[in-house]
T-cell receptor, first 115, second 111 residues
């Protein structure tokens, strides 16, 4: 398996623009997570899906952030409008949500810079 | 809210030394994982511990899960420069869906 695939790897955008990050989870995994990592705050869970349904979006910073999972093999995280403080590395991870053996497999991340 | 606290936050040691990093919480987790992250990459799973008191060894790395399943430690024997990286502990909630990460211990092993 190719693992979790994220695109793009790097994104530079101007403040106010819409940004869409993409993720393809590992085939067969039924849970998908979006994380944001910064030096100041570490790895923060933004939202996670189970069987394509959003379970907990309490980590989404504000209404400018939205995430969708239209099918088991694709998810997007959208920021509209983007702000400089959104600059971070965004990771997508997937897992088999089977209780105690929950193990997250991460993509390589998207480094977002908002100028 | 479940929180995981890691200590120390930063550790710089000489090659060949031993070290221990800690992961503590007031919450009980159904399982706990240790990940290692290198610059420009996502975290990579090292080990999962699920039973209170469990000890797992991975070559020079020894992982222990506390009896009450609230804390864990990672011990590295004879550290090598290749061990340099960010070590993250992560706990899965009792529902098994959500993984919470600690802030990490940044390890630098000098030659």
């Amino acid at each position: 398996d190719a693992g979790v695939i994220q695109s793009p790897r790097h994104e530079v955008t101007e403040m106010g623009q819409e940004v869409t990050l993409r993720c393809k989870p590992i085939s067969g995994h039924n849970s998908l997570f979006w994380y944001r990592q910064t030096m100041m705050r570490g790895l923060e869970l933004l939202i996670y899906f189970n069987n394509n349904v959003p379970i907990d979006d309490s980590g989404m910073p504000e209404d400018r952030f939205s995430a969708k999972m239209p099918n088991a093999s694709f998810s997007t995280l959208k920021i509209q409008p983007s702000e400089p403080r959104d600059s971070a590395v965004y990771f997508c991870a997937s897992s088999l949500g089977t209780g105690r053996k929950t193990e997250a497999f991460f993509g390589q991340g998207t480094r977002l810079t908002v100028v | 809210t479940q929180l995981l606290e890691q200590s120390p936050q930063f550790l710089s040691i000489q090659e060949g030394e031993n070290l221990t990093v800690y992961c503590n919480s007031s919450s009980v987790f159904s399982s706990l994982q240790w990940y290692r992250q290198e610059p420009g990459e996502g975290p990579v799973l090292l080990v999962t511990v699920v039973t209170g008191g469990e000890v797992k060894k991975l070559k020079r790395l020894t992982f222990q899960f506390g009896d009450a399943r609230k804390d864990s430690s990672l011990h590295i024997t004879a550290a090598q420069t290749g061990d340099t990286g960010l070590y993250l502990c992560a706990g899965a909630d009792t529902g098994g869906f959500k993984t919470i990460f600690g802030a990490g211990t940044r390890l630098f092993v000098k030659a």
